[in-house]
Nanobody, 120 residues
Framework: QVQLVESGGGLVQAGGSLRLSCAASGSIFSINTMHWYRQVPGKQREWVATITSDGTTNYADSVKGRFAISRDNANNTEYLQMNNLKPEDTAVYYC??????????????WGKGTQVTVSS
């Protein structure tokens, strides 16, 4: 089994910064793409950012220029640096990863989420 655990959420004022972390553990052969999503109660989960195994990144337009995704392949960890936070960034943030548990079997795993609240 593979577990993803997020950390780093909290309460911050508008204009502030937070850094989220997501550590993957368990039966990991390798990790391909890693992602961050977010969800507000009553709304669909929204994609935020993706980073490939070679470091290529993509961002939702709503966070481009403010958020930065990165990863530490040696420690199976990904990060989301969030700067210039806005109240509309308030959500539960989830990490997700496409994990190969052996040389031929790849599965998608999700963390349980961490709350980010931005006050105005």
């Amino acid at each position: 089994q593979v577990q993803l655990v997020e950390s780093g959420g909290g309460l911050v004022q508008a204009g502030g910064s937070l850094r989220l972390s997501c550590a993957a553990s368990g039966s990991i052969f390798s990790i391909n793409t890693m992602h961050w999503y977010r969800q507000v109660p009553g709304k669909q989960r929204e994609w935020v950012a993706t980073i490939t195994s070679d470091g290529t990144t993509n961002y939702a337009d709503s966070v481009k220029g403010r958020f930065a995704i990165s990863r530490d392949n040696a420690n199976n960890t990904e990060y989301l640096q969030m700067n210039n936070l806005k109240p509309e960034d308030t959500a539960v943030y989830y990490c997700s990863a496409n994990v190969k548990v052996n040389s031929y079997d790849s599965r998608r795993y999700w963390g349980k989420g961490t709350q980010v609240t931005v006050s105005s």
